[in-house]
């Protein structure tokens, strides 16, 4: 069974445009390193701020309902139009995800989680729906294999301390158990969350099991 099953309410060929303007949030870890956290918190904190308004008035003021369906309607979701349960739309997780990893991640794991994050889910996004065809858990095999791939390009693109080989290692064991979550958090949790949250703790976690010494280090 493949993520299209999941995800039928919009067509690849906008998924693939979904995906396109997902990607553009990587620029958000690369500003956060050349302007500072507190600028980046606040540069966050206002955006998610904006989006979440905007996104919730949707729901009750027709006007803004009208512009925000006719510029982004055909990239939502079934469960992001829902008028009963009111949720967010995907942008809107996205800003408040990396707001959240910025506060609770030292630099370096933020970077690494949330560039997984954005360019892991879109990949497995991709893959599955076009190419899905074996069930794995909650969604398929081939874009939970898309996911691992991507996110062990990712970790071998993104900053470490010293450049170990248990630096990577702890890192790829944390983008595997990432895969999982992706796969399994559809209908229950925002995978926006779940994905860099789990990726995050554990790289923190195994820095302070194996490599204590390099905590104070895990900066741009």
């Keep these: 069974m493949s993520e299209d099953v999941h995800q039928s309410s919009i067509n690849y060929r906008d998924e693939v445009l979904r995906k396109m303007i997902h990607l553009c949030s990587l620029s ?22 904006f989006a979440v308004i905007v996104d919730l008035s949707r729901y009750v003021h027709p006007a803004i309902s009208k512009i925000f369906y006719k510029v982004f309607g055909f ?3 079934e469960h ?3 008028l009963k349960k009111k949720n967010l739309n995907g942008a809107t997780y996205v800003l408040l995800s990396a707001l959240l990893c910025l506060i609770i991640f030292p630099p370096k794991i933020f970077a690494t989680a949330f560039s997984v994050l954005i360019i892991s889910d879109s990949s497995a ?24 791939v991507s996110a062990i390009i990712v970790v071998f693109l993104t ?3 010293n450049y170990i080989l248990t630096e990577y290692i702890i890192a790829f064991f944390a983008v595997a158990v990432g895969a999982i979550v992706e796969n399994v958090s559809y209908g229950w949790a925002d995978d926006n969350f779940t994905i860099p949250i789990t990726i995050g703790f554990i790289i923190w976690g195994g820095y302070l099991l194996f490599l204590p010494e390099l905590l104070s280090k895990l900066v741009y």
Aim: glycine share 8%; charged share 20%; aromatic share 8%.
């Design 28 to 49: 958000i870890p690369i500003i956060a390193a050349k302007i500072g956290y507190m600028t980046s918190v606040t540069i966050l904190v206002s955006l998610a701020a």
């Design 159 to 161: 900053p470490k301390v």
């Design 75 to 77: 990239m939502l979701r």
């Design 80 to 82: 992001e139009v829902d």
């Design 125 to 148: 996004a991709l893959i599955g729906r076009k190419f899905g065809r074996h069930k794995l858990l909650a969604k398929s095999l081939e874009g939970t294999l898309a996911f691992f």
